[in-house]
């Protein structure tokens, strides 16, 4: 019997056993991934800066790709902007 594993995209039969779980982290998944975009395209263009890209211009063009990117491949776009963006501390300019 071959079993189908739709993870990440949405399952067909979340209702016994394991696929309800897969059910769950799916769903969770995607409304991380919807949060994250929504807050990479409300971000200011000045909050993306790269030390590689300096002006950062197309910075928010890039990450919001990849985490539209990340929803067919596990959601890892949507997480490492939340660590590498959302979650970075405020350098202090002088």
């Known amino acids: 019997m071959i ?3 739709w993870f990440p995209f949405w399952p067909i039969r979340p209702f016994f ?3 309800a779980l897969w059910g769950v982290i799916a769903i ?3 409304i991380f991934t919807l949060i994250m ?3 990479c395209l409300k971000r200011p263009t000045s909050k993306f800066y790269n030390p590689l ?3 950062g211009e197309y910075d928010k063009l890039i990450w919001a790709v990849a985490i539209l990117l990340s929803l067919s491949f596990y ?3 949507a ?3 939340f660590f590498v963006i959302k979650r970075a501390k ?4 002088e």
């Open 79 to 81: 997480i490492v902007y």
């Open 17 to 19: 056993g394991l696929e």
């Open 75 to 77: 959601f890892v776009g």
């Open 28 to 30: 969770l998944g995607v």
């Open 3 to 5: 079993t189908r594993c």
């Open 53 to 55: 890209t300096k002006e």
């Open 37 to 39: 975009l929504i807050d």
């Open 90 to 93: 405020p350098e202090n300019k």
